[in-house]
């Protein structure tokens, strides 16, 4: 490729606050977009050569063809642009589904770019043509994104407003097509690779969750072993305790404390366990799956008596999991584990995304993935 820029290039990135700030807040204000769940990507566009970087600098072209070809046929023949590749199942976001993509077979890829295809969303233009626009200002990159007319059906250029009245109602309405929750980009800036240059705000909640089991931590030794994550679950409605996720982020000293709390709570030999039957294929959502992001990781994991509870914070779900890590809050010994539930988890009001990608390729509502 013979662009002004060459993968990979480090995607510019956003620091958390808590709340909307106001659009004079920073000198040249702000701009707001909504926070897209998928799968960073900074595209490369050279006269039918295309490629795909995530957000790490591997290359994923080879995952998303169709993505490939809408980049062929609706962006312009030499650009640089960064974005996020996203999947729509149902009329919201569906990041479970679109993890599914990255798969050592291509037969396995083909398939679900013909079943499930993905969309390209576009909020920043980095090159185009022999033009490098890094060093301007955003104010001046979004406008020339915007004189693209990327309106689909594939390749679609993000909402976005000077409005912190409006971005404010997006961080609500938006997240019920499954949307993370708002960014805002000084207008003024460069684009600065690496950098957290950029503010997001994400939704918070808490939930009272029963603890389930552990998992050892990676620098864990037999004569220091340490706590890497907490298993977690929720009841659902027919008594079955769900796995909904982990909370991983404790310091060296409190993950060995954790160890030292946890063992009198170890399930002995023969003992039963809600989790038990997590090797079986009607075991559903069990924490010991192999990994489809690594099957070679060890998911292994050391069960406990679901005896102790625990408040957690988590930004959404994805389906009946958190989407992310959730942390630890603090201990619940003022509640049982059947209490529980997912009845205590906030929903999100429903929000077509059609409305946001117009005539964007769509899944099937019940297609999981499996023919």
């Known amino acids: 490729m013979a662009l002004p820029l060459t993968s990979p290039i480090d995607p510019m990135l956003a620091k958390s606050v808590r709340g909307v700030p106001d659009a004079d807040a920073v000198p040249g204000g702000y701009a707001y977009e909504p926070k897209w769940d998928g ?23 080879r995952y998303f063809p169709e993505i490939v070809d809408a980049v062929k046929a609706e962006l312009p023949a030499r650009c640089v642009v960064d974005g996020e ?25 083909k398939m679900l770019a013909e079943h499930a295809p ?66 805002a980009k000084p207008l003024d800036g460069a684009y600065e690779p690496g950098k957290r240059a950029m503010l997001k705000i ?35 409605d027919g008594g079955d305790l769900r796995f909904v996720g982990v909370s991983a982020s404790f310091p060296a000293a409190r993950r060995a404390e954790l160890y030292d709390e946890l063992q009198e709570l170890r399930v002995g ?38 005896e102790r509870v625990l408040e957690v914070g988590y930004d959404h779900m994805e389906g009946d999991r958190f989407r992310h890590t959730a942390q630890f809050k603090r201990w619940r ?19 077509d995304l059609a409305e ?6 769509t899944a099937a509502p019940g297609f999981t993935g499996a023919l």
């Not at 490369?44 to 994923?60: C, H, I, T, W, Y």
């Not at 909640?205 to 340490?226: C, F, I, Q």
């Not at 003022?334 to 009001?349: F, G, H, I, K, N």
């Open 356 to 361: 946001l990608l117009p005539g964007a390729p």
């Open 333 to 351: 010994p003022d509640r049982e584990p059947t209490s529980c539930t997912y009845a205590q988890l906030d929903e999100a009001v429903g929000y």
């Open 269 to 306: 030999e023969g003992d039963e366990h809600p989790w038990g039957n997590w090797q079986q294929p009607e075991g559903s959502r069990r924490p010991g799956a192999v990994s489809r992001w690594n099957a070679g990781k060890d998911l292994s994991f050391t069960a406990l008596r679901v």
């Open 202 to 236: 994400k939704h918070e909640r808490t939930a009272d969750v029963a603890l389930a089991g552990y998992r050892l931590h990676k620098t864990s030794t037999d004569e220091r072993p340490l706590i890497g994550s907490l298993l977690l679950g929720l009841f659902d």
């Open 118 to 183: 993905a969309a390209l969303v576009v909020f920043d233009l980095l090159a185009l043509g022999d033009d490098d626009l890094t060093q301007r200002p955003f104010a001046e990159r979004a406008a020339a994104l915007d004189e693209l007319g990327l309106d689909g059906p594939s390749v679609h250029v993000t909402p976005r407003t000077r409005d912190a009245d409006v971005a404010r109602e997006w961080f609500t309405t938006y997240e019920g097509a499954g949307l993370d929750g708002v960014v």
């Open 85 to 109: 590749v996203v999947l729509s199942r149902g009329g919201r976001l569906d990041f479970e589904l679109l993890g599914q993509r990255i798969h050592p077979a291509a037969s396995r890829v």
């Open 39 to 61: 799968f960073r990507t900074i595209v490369f566009a050279d006269d039918g050569d295309v490629e795909l970087q995530s957000r790490n600098g591997k290359p994923m072209t």
